[in-house]
């Protein structure tokens, strides 16, 4: 017993790795590519201090201040800012403040998000009809919007603004996402067989929901939690480009440094604005590539085998339909 | 079969509006009541007076019980009045004219360039899947998405405006259209046409191209991606199967079969995409200096303005909401199958 547990508990990952190996053509590029891409960044975020050649709020080196709005040269790669710091160090920095931002983000949005959708699905009823209305008046709502009010409402809080406002601004936002998602999958679940069976042999309902449903339904978050990450980028890049994100004393932010630029740009300064923007459009473009890479070799709808050619009925994507 | 009808469908669906609607406004409402530290003081800034902070918080009923508050709220806001700026007085039905002209004139052409842009690339892309065509389309499409729009329009102005200089990078117009164009919608494009004031037409135009071209290209990539599954998905129906079996050529049954059904959900992606729209249209118009109704909020949160604030999300909420009810009814039109 003791051992097949461990076991039991790596199958889903194992099962959920076979079409991973199975991919081919472009759905394994994109995985590659987006894998690359994603982990070339978080190398950058993990070893800021010993990659970057200065660190984010640096504005002179011994007593020598740096230059203001300088060119990229070979001393300041990626230039200076009017603030006399290197565009490259901030850029590396922002890496870290991007990365720690959405990690927390996305774990408070599943940690509330997943357990919402499971009991709301499995259970029904009124707790369901009520949080439904509630998540779907919600999702409606555009995200960027909720994301800025609730910024907005926690920077004149004690909490004020910071890594953490940013990360519960962006939580809010996403938390209807994977209540639907999970609980429109719960509801198809709920149904099977062996779900049945399972509360046939008087299995208690958290037995049920922990046992069976879960990994069933937990199999779908992989791909949706790395497209969602993409946005979270783009999501907290905005709050900063408005003034809502990360303060320039906290931490180094590409959406505030083009925010910044945007005043440099009309005398021609491009660079400031220029590199953090690829870093924001790298790392989106990787962890896109990633989620979709991932999306088309797990989804039976739209993947492609390496050997021989399987149709499979086309599913309606119901969750899609109002 | 008792198949419900149109008119019933219609019915029901406009009756779930109500709870809708009560929610979202429930959820603002506390939002910015639930909120810390003291709105009017925070908008007036730390120098007044404490007598006129009471006078204020009378008059804007903020001392009275938060269940009275919330019954003020919902009945000014059922009889169409959003109320007053504290900060500077304005009602909010002017910024909604006002600005929210500018605003639609903005969404109106960026959604233009997205709809072209993505239905085009979307369908090539879908149509020679797995070709270079289609990863040179799929490869736009996520680029365009991972692209924040403020840094496009960052770039755009770089390029178009400082160094080629050929287009304006801020404002609707240029001060001296806006002093003499006469206001009959607000929307100056269509005021310019009214008059038949073409010089005006153009400079109005010249403004609107980055802005809508940047928030439009954005908007582009979830198009791309939509319609390039949905182009892969139909091409694999039965009736496809079908039409080829008798007989009619590859690119009949493309343009003609396949094409057409694999656009019909383009209808709620385009309306669901209204509600995006509006998040990227707060950006772009910052960007932009354009005078929309989400430059208006970005000033007002700046200003710490709760009344404002409060009134333009009540307002976007109401579009989020009218927008769904229009997508649902396009698509029962459409496609008989929803109406269950």
Redesign the interface.
């Known amino acids: 017993m003791a051992a097949t547990t461990p076991r039991a508990a790596l199958q889903p990952i194992v099962r959920a790795a076979k079409p991973i190996r199975e991919a081919h ?2 759905a394994r590029g994109m995985l590659w590519s987006g894998t690359a891409i994603t982990l070339f960044f978080v190398v950058l975020a993990l070893f800021a201090p010993w990659i970057s050649p200065y660190k984010f709020n640096q504005y002179r080196s011994g007593n020598v201040r740096f230059p203001q709005l300088a060119h990229p040269s070979h001393k300041h790669l990626f230039g200076t800012t009017v603030q006399s710091s290197d565009v490259m160090a901030r850029v590396i920095y922002g890496a870290q403040t991007e990365l720690k931002v959405v990690v927390i983000a996305l774990a408070m949005a599943l940690v509330v998000g997943v357990p919402l959708g499971l009991v709301s699905g499995y259970f029904g009823g009124i707790l369901d009809r009520g949080l439904v ?2 998540m ?3 999702f ?6 909720i994301a ?3 910024a ?2 926690l920077s ?3 909490i004020g603004s910071g890594v953490l406002t940013a990360a519960i601004a962006i939580t809010v936002a996403y938390v209807p996402l994977y209540f639907r998602v999970v609980r429109n999958h719960v509801i198809s679940v709920r149904e099977e067989p062996y779900v049945d069976a399972a509360r046939a042999l008087g299995a208690r309902p958290r037995t049920v929901i922990r046992k069976y449903v879960f990994f069933n339904v937990v199999q779908n978050v992989p791909p949706i939690a790395t497209l969602n990450a ?1 946005d979270a980028i ?1 999501l907290l ?2 709050l900063g ?4 994100g990360i303060q320039p004393n906290q931490g180094a932010e590409w ?1 505030y440094d ?2 910044r ?2 005043s440099d ?4 300064i ?1 660079w400031t ?2 590199f953090p ?1 690829i870093a ?3 790392l ?2 990787g962890l ?2 990633l989620g ?1 890479g991932l999306n088309e070799t797990i989804n039976p ?2 993947r492609r085998r390496r050997f021989g050619r399987i ?1 499979f009925e ?1 599913l309606a994507d119901e969750s ?3 | 079969m008792a198949g419900t009808s149109l008119r019933t469908y219609l019915l029901t669906r406009l009756a779930l509006v109500v ?2 609607v009560l ?2 406004l429930t ?1 603002v409402f506390l ?2 009541r639930v ?3 003291d709105p009017i003081s ?1 908008a007036l800034g730390g120098h007044v007076p404490p007598a006129l902070i009471k006078q204020i918080r009378h008059q804007l009923g903020f001392d009275k019980p938060l269940l009275t508050q919330y019954g003020t709220y919902l009945w000014d806001i059922a009889r169409g009045n959003f109320g007053t700026t504290i900060t500077d007085h304005r009602p909010l039905s002017q910024i909604i004219t006002v600005n929210g002209a500018a605003t639609l004139e903005l969404t109106f052409f960026a959604m233009l360039i997205a709809i072209v842009v993505g239905v085009v690339i979307g369908l090539v892309a879908g149509r020679y899947r ?1 070709t270079p065509l ?2 040179f389309g ?1 490869l736009f499409g ?2 365009a ?4 729009v ?2 496009l329009g ?2 755009g ?2 390029v178009f ?3 080629l200089n050929w287009l304006p ?1 801020s404002d609707q117009a240029s001060p001296i259209t806006q002093a003499l164009l006469k206001t009959h919608t607000n929307i100056l494009a269509l005021d310019a046409v009214i008059d038949g004031n073409w010089s005006a037409l153009g400079d109005v135009m010249k403004h609107l191209i980055l802005p809508a071209a940047t928030l439009g290209l954005a908007t582009a990539g979830i198009f791309i991606r939509l319609i390039r ?1 949905n182009v ?2 139909t091409l ?2 039965d009736y496809i199967e079908a039409a080829r079996a008798r007989g009619i050529t590859e690119r009949s049954v493309v343009y003609h079969h396949a094409f057409k059904n694999a656009l019909v959900p383009v209808i ?1 992606v385009v309306g ?1 995409n209204m ?2 729209l ?3 249209a ?2 772009t118009e ?2 932009f200096n354009w005078p929309g109704i989400g430059h208006a ?2 000033t007002y ?2 200003n ?1 303005d709760y009344t404002a ?1 409060q009134g333009i ?1 009540v307002v ?2 109401l579009v ?2 009218a927008m ?1 009810v229009i997508v ?1 009814f396009l698509n029962a039109y459409v496609d008989p199958r ?1 109406r269950y």
């Open positions: 053509g472009i209305l509630i779907d008046a919600l409606a709502f555009p995200y960027l919007l800025i009010v609730i907005f409402l004149s809080s004690s993409a783009l890049a905005a480009f408005l003034g809502y959406g083009i925010n630029a945007v740009a009309s005398s021609g491009w604005g220029l923007g924001i459009v790298l989106v473009t896109t590539l979709e709808v739209l149709d086309p899609e339909q109002p | 709870p809708m929610i979202l959820l939002l910015m909120a810390p530290g925070a797995d289609d990863v799929r996520i680029v998405y991972a692209t924040p403020f840094f960052l770039m102005q770089l405006g400082v160094w990078t599954v892969i998905r694999r129906d709620t669901l509600a995006l509006l998040g990227g707060v950006l910052t960007t909020l970005v949160l700046e710490r604030v999300i976007f909420a989020v909401v769904s649902d929803i």
